[in-house]
């Protein structure tokens, strides 16, 4: 059975400073990617980031990173410099098999000025 | 502009009146799925579809119908709305069996069943 856990239902972080969003998955499949959106007040699901089971190197975006570990099952993501605007609800999710997507319970973040 | 559009995106609703929300895209995916987002629960599947007339239970399909009679178009159901489903709905879709398939999301519809 596929499983994403995410044990942080808030975080806070000083803008400019960076954060960390946990984020551990569990499968059997040998294939699977792993996701992370944001979610705004206003509700939309924003894509963020993907790293794939077979990826060698830490996917990036921007001001986004995905630290993954592979052996420990952790795929946590990192934002850098935080701004205001980065305020929302995350959701970190698994591809395995079909296209099938899991999410986690998500994290709120709430960026102080 | 690729993207999934849903309607309507509120409704308010009373126990037992059928309803539909929609659900189209424009992007010649061949997948499509719906889902719940519920407060301290994530989004949970609740159908999916890998192509026209192939649909598929997900995690919570219990109360819920759909259909894929176009590729476009992935409607769900709902005949006898109850409070508890009472939730945000969201469709997606993307194209099947790529390694890195990104879900292209909807907007949401705000459903509340009295």
């Known amino acids: 059975a596929q499983k994403i856990t995410q044990t942080q239902p808030g975080m806070f972080v000083q803008e400019k400073e960076a954060v960390t969003l946990d984020c551990t998955y569990d499968?059997?499949?040998?294939?699977?990617?792993l996701f992370w959106y944001k979610q705004p007040s206003s509700g939309e699901m924003i894509f963020l980031i993907y790293q794939g089971s077979y990826d060698q190197q830490n996917a990036t975006e921007g001001r986004y990173s995905l630290n993954f570990q592979k052996a420990r099952k952790s795929a946590n993501l990192v934002i850098s410099a935080s701004q205001l605007g980065d305020s929302a609800m995350y959701f970190c999710a698994m591809r395995a098999g079909a296209n099938n997507l899991f999410f986690g319970t998500g994290t709120r973040l709430t960026v102080i000025p | 502009e690729a993207q999934v559009t849903q309607n309507p995106r509120y409704l308010i609703t009373v126990t037992g009146k059928k309803l539909t929300v929609t659900c189209s895209q424009n992007m010649n995916h061949e997948y499509m799925s719906w889902y719940r987002q519920d407060p301290g629960l994530g989004l949970r599947q609740i159908y999916y579809s890998m192509n026209v007339e192939v649909t598929d239970k997900g995690d919570v399909p219990e109360g819920y119908k759909v259909s894929r009679k176009e590729k476009r178009n992935f409607p769900l159901i709902l005949e006898s709305p109850s409070p508890n489903q009472t939730s945000l709905y969201f469709c997606?879709?993307?194209?099947?069996?790529?390694?890195?398939?990104?879900?292209?999301f909807g907007p949401g519809t705000r459903l509340t069943v009295l």
């Open positions: 997606a879709s993307t194209f099947f069996g790529t390694d890195y398939n990104e879900q292209f």
């Open positions: 499968t059997s499949d040998p294939s699977y990617g």
